[in-house]
């Protein structure tokens, strides 16, 4: 179990809070916003979460082991909201971790995930609340195994145990990500630009023919990567188009 002591002392968090077992380290953190007297950055962490959220209608399966936690954050903290902020993370969580898996294939899934080796080793959830503040919730397969996921998303599952072989330190792990996302979000709030070329660096759709979905639309081409404006770039009918949300396929 994360150290809070440790991560206040060595990261930029102001206040954390842990828990052996919650619904969702995001529906606390948006609860935590309401109450008087806040200091923030807070910090949710939690041993397991029994009804972690994803985009949309997904859900997101917390494994023993994993590492999940939530980030309340005021809305001047990046200058940007919304997916601009979950592109900053993934660029935290992909420097974050590309250390502890040299010679595997790592990178960013437009819009929120992290992927390893081409099955999902991460994934993000931005909140905005009315008043401004965000709430940046993120799940990380960590020292759990896909071996004990549910069947149906087992395949698409990559862990850090199941790549390497080896456990990792929850607190020295999050440290190191919180230390990268506040460098991130430090630079979107002065050169947005910046961090959108850094996603597209890491961008692991670019080159490949992918379809968007968008309720009842499909918009299906090469990925030419991520636009400045952190939008992904798709040639449709000759044409390059941005895109700005919608689910992603293959």
């Known amino acids: 179990m994360p150290n809070l002591r440790k991560i206040l002392e060595n990261s930029f968090i102001a206040h954390a809070e842990r828990y052996d077992s919650i619904s969702s380290t995001n529906d606390r953190a948006l609860a935590a916003a309401r109450e008087p007297g806040l200091r923030l950055p807070l910090l949710i962490v939690a041993d397991e979460q029994t009804a972690g959220r994803g985009r949309g209608a997904n859900r997101w399966w917390t494994g023993p082991g994993s590492l999940a936690f939530s980030l309340l954050f005021a809305k001047d903290a990046a200058g940007a909201t919304g997916p601009l902020v979950s592109l900053a993370a993934g660029v935290a969580l992909v420097d974050a971790l590309a250390p502890h898996v040299p010679g595997h294939e790592i990178g960013i899934y437009w819009p929120n995930d992290v992927m390893l080796d081409g099955r999902k080793l991460a994934g993000i959830l931005i909140e905005v609340l009315p008043d401004g503040k965000q709430v940046i919730?993120?799940?990380?397969?960590?020292?759990?195994?896909?071996?004990?996921?549910?069947?149906?998303?087992?395949?698409?599952?990559?862990?850090?145990?199941?790549?390497?072989?080896?456990?990792?330190?929850?607190?020295?792990?999050?440290?190191?990500?919180?230390?990268?996302?506040?460098?991130?979000?430090?630079?979107?709030?002065?050169?947005?630009?910046?961090?959108?070329?850094?996603?597209?660096?890491?961008?692991?759709?670019?080159?490949?023919?992918?379809?968007?979905?968008?309720?009842?639309?499909?918009?299906?081409?090469?990925?030419?990567?991520?636009?400045?404006?952190?939008?992904?770039?798709?040639?449709?009918?000759?044409?390059?188009?941005?895109?700005?949300?919608?689910?992603?396929?293959?």
């Open 137 to 250: 919730g993120i799940g990380i397969n960590t020292n759990n195994t896909a071996a004990s996921a549910p069947a149906e998303v087992r395949s698409r599952v990559a862990t850090l145990l199941d790549a390497t072989g080896r456990t990792y330190d929850p607190t020295e792990l999050l440290i190191s990500i919180l230390n990268r996302l506040e460098e991130q979000l430090a630079e979107l709030a002065q050169a947005p630009d910046r961090v959108a070329a850094r996603t597209n660096e890491m961008c692991l759709q670019r080159g490949r023919r992918i379809a968007v979905v968008q309720g009842a639309s499909r918009v299906e081409g090469r990925c030419f990567g991520i636009a400045d404006d952190g939008a992904l770039i798709i040639e449709f009918e000759g044409k390059q188009q941005t895109v700005y949300s919608g689910e992603v396929r293959c």
